[in-house]
């Protein structure tokens, strides 16, 4: 049950879904934008199909635990697969197509949602303790991975043979994916005291009571959250607040800032997955102070080489590389902790109500720091969020 043989099935369908989901969900709204020409509706069309979806994650991390987690992840990969096939073959010119494209995808988050809390159990259970944060580190290497590669590759064919050919190569990933879960080796637990009487009121009750009477989870679900608030807003307003309006930095080159990042991220993974001498998890505290001080050290180095922009662009470039190597070593720990400490009879509801929590915050700490930024500047933004950041640490952990 523990071979490393069904953990690499179970990373690499993982890899195949990941590089199916962010294949088409980079195009989604590009194709929305190019059929209607409005940005409003394109927005719109993105945020109907992914918040319904969010509030019942609870219930679907609920029905996780309660079904066997290797058939879970078989139904959502051939299901999905089914969904991107049904929208291949429906022609473009049919007038209900935009609803139906919505409702699938719609569905299709769904399946995102149950197919990542199943698949961080079973990781759980096929994994022996001492060795998830190792294969999260691989996880993680295979994540951002297909992080980089699928989006520019699906903007590559999407502007080149139109969107048919993405639903296409998706739906051939999907059904790649499900084909090959089939053959992990997996016994579902028995054992399921998390779980009442079946009324999904009491268990969803009782998932929240478990966090909040458990103080060192509740600590950093509390803190993972506040990550997702102050810092998780990178990409869509500091980064380009920094670089494009302050420091006038070529929009060509903006791109390199998150190349860095990811090589980093892909760096710490190997670098976790290698590692036999260094106990992470007692590390995490500091690597989240060093992680923020690099941060609040580029806000304040904005404010110094304000007449050398290119410079700094460089210097940007660097922190960023050392951020994302930073950045997996707390986020590898923190999750390889959640998945050992948290029982397996809870780990559904645990999940559900992360990303729900992360669903929540990720939006509102973009709206608060866009408005920050907009009154001191999205380097100051950067200084105070992180020192925002340094202090719940102190607290937390």
């Given at each position: 049950?523990?071979?490393k043989?069904?953990?690499?099935?179970l990373?690499?369908?993982?890899?195949?879904?990941?590089?199916?989901?962010a294949f088409?969900?980079?195009?989604?709204?590009l194709?929305?934008?190019?059929?209607?020409?409005?940005?409003?509706?394109s927005g719109?069309?993105?945020?109907?199909?992914?918040?319904?979806?969010?509030?019942?994650?609870?219930?679907?991390?609920?029905?996780?635990?309660?079904?066997?987690?290797?058939w879970?992840?078989?139904?959502?990969?051939?299901?999905?697969?089914?969904?991107y096939?049904?929208?291949?073959?429906?022609?473009?010119?049919f007038?209900?197509?935009?609803?139906?494209?919505l409702?699938g995808?719609?569905l299709?988050?769904?399946?995102?949602?149950?197919?990542?809390?199943?698949?961080?159990?079973?990781?759980?259970?096929?994994?022996p303790?001492?060795?998830?944060?190792?294969?999260?580190?691989?996880k993680s290497?295979l994540?951002?991975?297909t992080?980089?590669?699928a989006?520019?590759?699906g903007?590559?064919?999407?502007g080149i043979?139109?969107?048919?050919i993405?639903?296409?190569?998706?739906?051939?990933?999907?059904?790649l994916?499900?084909?090959?879960?089939?053959?992990?080796?997996?016994?579902?637990?028995?054992?399921r005291?998390g779980?009442?009487?079946?009324?999904w009121r009491?268990?969803?009750?009782?998932?929240?009571?478990?966090v909040?009477?458990n103080?060192?989870?509740?600590?950093?679900?509390?803190?993972?959250?506040?990550l997702?608030?102050?810092?998780?807003n990178?990409?869509?307003?500091?980064?380009?607040?920094?670089i494009?309006?302050?420091?006038?930095?070529?929009?060509?080159?903006?791109?390199?800032?998150?190349?860095?990042a990811?090589?980093?991220?892909?760096v710490?993974?190997?670098?976790?997955?290698?590692?036999?001498?260094?106990?992470?998890?007692?590390?995490?505290?500091?690597?989240?102070i060093?992680?923020?001080v690099?941060?609040?050290?580029?806000?304040?180095?904005?404010?110094?080489?304000?007449?050398?922009p290119?410079?700094?662009?460089?210097?940007?470039?660097?922190l960023?590389?050392?951020?994302g190597?930073?950045?997996?070593?707390?986020?590898?720990?923190?999750?390889?902790?959640?998945?050992?400490?948290?029982?397996?009879?809870?780990?559904g509801?645990?999940?559900?109500?992360?990303?729900?929590?992360s669903g929540?915050?990720?939006?509102?700490?973009?709206?608060?720091?866009?408005?920050?930024?907009?009154?001191?500047?999205?380097?100051?933004?950067?200084?105070?969020?992180?020192?925002?950041?340094?202090?719940?640490?102190?607290?937390?952990?």
């Open positions: 049950m523990n071979s043989k069904n953990v690499w099935l990373l690499v369908g993982r890899c195949v879904s990941k590089f199916g989901s088409y969900l980079i195009v989604f709204p194709y929305i934008l190019e059929t209607t020409g409005s940005l409003v509706k719109f069309f993105f945020s109907v199909s992914s918040l319904p979806v969010l509030l019942i994650t609870p219930l679907i991390g609920l029905a996780v635990e309660k079904n066997n987690r290797k879970v992840l078989v139904f959502c990969d051939f299901a999905t697969a089914m969904i096939s049904f929208l291949l073959v429906i022609p473009e010119k007038n209900g197509y935009m609803f139906c494209l409702l995808t719609m299709i988050h769904g399946m995102d949602n149950a197919f990542e809390i199943s698949s961080k159990m079973i990781f759980s259970e096929l994994v303790a001492e060795l998830i944060e190792k294969y999260n580190g691989i290497i994540d951002n991975g992080a980089v590669i989006p520019a590759l903007t590559a064919l999407f043979w139109g969107f048919k993405v639903l296409l190569i998706v739906a051939a990933a999907y059904f994916s499900a084909l090959q879960e089939c053959f992990i080796i997996y016994q579902k637990p028995d054992k005291v779980l009442k009487s079946g009324n009491r268990d969803l009750a009782d998932g929240i009571s478990y909040k009477n103080p060192m989870v509740l600590r950093l679900f509390m803190l993972v959250m506040a997702n608030f102050f810092v998780a990178a990409d869509e307003i500091i980064n380009p607040g920094i494009i309006q302050i420091h006038h930095i070529p929009q060509h080159l903006f791109g390199m800032i998150s190349t860095a990811v090589f980093g991220t892909i710490a993974g190997f670098f976790i997955y290698k590692n036999t001498k260094i106990d992470m998890k007692s590390a995490l505290k500091k690597n989240m060093f992680n923020s690099l941060m609040l050290g580029l806000g304040v180095l904005s404010l110094l080489f304000m007449k050398y290119m410079i700094y662009f460089l210097i940007y470039v660097v960023n590389f050392m951020i190597i930073i950045t997996t070593c707390v986020n590898v720990p923190l999750s390889s902790y959640f998945q050992v400490q948290v029982p397996i009879e809870y780990q509801r645990f999940f559900a109500l992360l990303t729900v929590a929540l915050l990720i939006p509102l700490g973009i709206s608060y720091t866009g408005l920050l930024a907009e009154m001191v500047g999205a380097d100051v933004a950067y200084i105070i969020n992180n020192i925002c950041v340094i202090v719940i640490v102190c607290l937390c952990v």
